[in-house]
């Protein structure tokens, strides 16, 4: 039986991986061991490799013909990867490409047995807007994608709250839609009943003031072109990695705007760089719940932090969360299986979004 | 006087590439003359050269420096490229990608002068909305993506007309927003009040029976979740290529769906494939023509062909085009500049849908 479900739900995320734009043909196979076997056309190469988060695997190959590799198992969740040939870093002409690592990567998706909260059902579907905009401190046009829950359209006198969601490091507006499933995860949610219809804006973060940008700019964009509930009790943010980091720097340093605050995998707390994760301090770095915990703690709704067991960030993060608790902040903490990728973002958003705006 | 309006068009033409998602660092260098000059790091290959289209630039280096090459002056358009390392085939990580070629194609898009049309300008801007939904026939999830105009919004009573949009072979739903630009294409237009608001669906093609996913699977869907005028006065179909052919085989020999349809650089007239151009015959081809060209047209509001001046296709386009007026039909032939691009697809989306719904 259990055997069973393992199967069907590899069955139903093979589906998934297939209907996503781009997957048209080969590219990598997913084994039923989750390893994952490669097959690269390389004939006049002389050393073709598989780099997945870094770890190198060398292919090899039979006279002429193609250089192949299978992998150890991997862990479920989403992993970026890159050819090697002949020391030439390229994405893999085979697979589906993302935008990540500050290029168009490869990526494979491993599915994980018994979570299906991402994947594709049967649920009336939202869907997601490209919206164009101007931006007069860039004096260029921007592209925010807008996650609109299903029942949107069909309620003309009905105003939503508004969830702000930054990408990592070095992705940029697609990464929540398409590595990410926001879309999904939010129809799945909101079909059972597990989470308030809500906007989902995700917008390109690496550019500029990005402080200005969001809050003069993109914000009264989205306020003017949607039914929004402008004020800050309906309007979150929260971001991964990078995007963490402006969670806590522009969320939850404007009160006034976002009341609930999300931060997954961000060893940025407070400004301190990836790598450098100096002590934190909350004296230095939220004075102003130090001062008055009460009423930091009536002006947030939601204070939510997250971060992968197997992420380097994991002991900085369970420290900075402790010491909020301990200065007083109503702070949620949860840990999950994976290191510095989707699966524990995805996972997450799912938790996250059903605290929201109740 | 003419010198700085070219340097004007340049410049926006610039600006608009600079703000396509993804393309966020160096990548290929537009120079004043219509060059492009290209840099890779590959300090390990013997061997490394650049494939625009088939015209392949070897490149060179100094030491164990960067490989460079500097292009002729290109026509104005859209060319995809590759990087040939080794004889291993790729995508240029310095680029932005497009899905074209059956892959995730780097490419070049060099600006016309004077021609600023697709171009984003500060006019009220539509979204494109990506639509998800479930074939029954595929049994696999799809994503429709629907340009929806400005006016929409704030029109809740209003109903509008629909074209679907194919695109190319090796090209998918993306290509029509992403290379095509056709949201800024109809924003521009609707600005100057040059054509009627309606939908735009860009669906993938290349997909099973695409006829019957069309015809009982799409179009349901479309005029289910949006405010359309679902009668065949209101709907249009056109394509490009592969997308083409399928506007003849399917959109013209459904005129109780579709009133007026565009074939754009399609060599496919009645199913023959690329590269195989028989000689054009109206009455095997389109027997119902040649039976009541009356009836014939009275069906259809508009018949659009076209093709680029350099396309490989353009003689046997236009023979067809001449045969199709010598039969009878009110057919409408347009060449632009340009071979087998979407420079001259543009330019035919941007005069057919000042055609439409009128």
Redesign the interface.
């Known amino acids: 039986m259990k055997k069973f479900f393992l199967f069907a739900a590899l069955l139903l995320a093979c ?2 991986v ?2 996503q ?2 997957m ?2 080969g590219g990598p196979r997913i084994n039923d061991d989750l390893s994952v076997s490669f097959l ?9 490799a598989v780099d997945i988060c870094n770890k190198v695997y060398p292919m090899t190959r039979e006279g002429d013909g193609p250089w192949t590799v299978t992998t150890d198992a991997l862990e479920p969740g989403f992993h970026y990867y890159f ?1 090697v ?7 893999d ?2 697979a ?2 993302y ?1 990540g690592c ?3 990567a490869s990526a494979i998706d491993i599915p994980e047995a018994g979570v299906d909260f991402y994947l ?1 059902k ?1 649920v009336p ?1 939202g ?8 931006s007069p401190s860039l ?5 925010a994608w807008v996650y ?1 829950p299903a029942e949107y ?1 069909s309620n ?1 006198g009905k105003r939503y709250p508004v969830l702000y969601l930054q990408h990592g490091g070095g992705e ?3 990464g929540w ?1 398409r590595q990410g499933k926001t ?2 995860i939010l129809d799945n949610l909101l079909a059972e009943g597990k989470c308030e219809p809500m906007l989902i804006v995700m917008d ?1 973060g ?1 550019a500029g003031d990005f402080a200005k940008i969001l809050l003069e700019e993109t914000i009264p964009m989205v306020d003017s ?1 949607f039914r929004t509930i402008p004020d800050a009790k309906h309007r979150a943010m929260a971001g991964l990695s990078f995007g963490g980091g402006q969670s806590w720097s522009i969320g939850l340093k404007h009160p006034e705007v976002f009341s609930s605050i999300g931060i997954f995998s961000s060893g940025m707390f407070g400004g301190v760089g990836p790598g450098a994760y100096a002590p934190f301090s909350v004296e230095s770095q939220l004075p102003e719940l130090v001062a008055d915990p009460k009423a930091f703690n009536a002006a947030h709704d939601v204070f939510y932090i997250s971060c992968g067991l197997g992420d380097p960030r994991i002991e900085h993060t369970r420290k900075a969360a402790e010491a909020l608790k301990a200065a007083g902040a109503d702070v949620k903490f949860s840990a999950w299986p994976g290191g510095h990728e989707w699966q524990p973002w995805r996972k997450s958003l799912h938790e996250f979004v059903q605290m929201l705006f109740k």
């Open positions: 589906a998934a297939s209907a734009p781009g048209r043909r690269v056309q390389a004939p006049q190469a002389r050393e073709v050819l040939v002949d020391g030439f870093r390229a994405s002409p085979q589906t490409l935008y500050s290029t168009w594709d049967d579907r869907d997601v807007r490209l919206e164009r905009y101007w004096k260029t046009w921007r592209t609109v359209n003309p940029d507006e697609t839609t879309d999904a390109y690496q072109r």
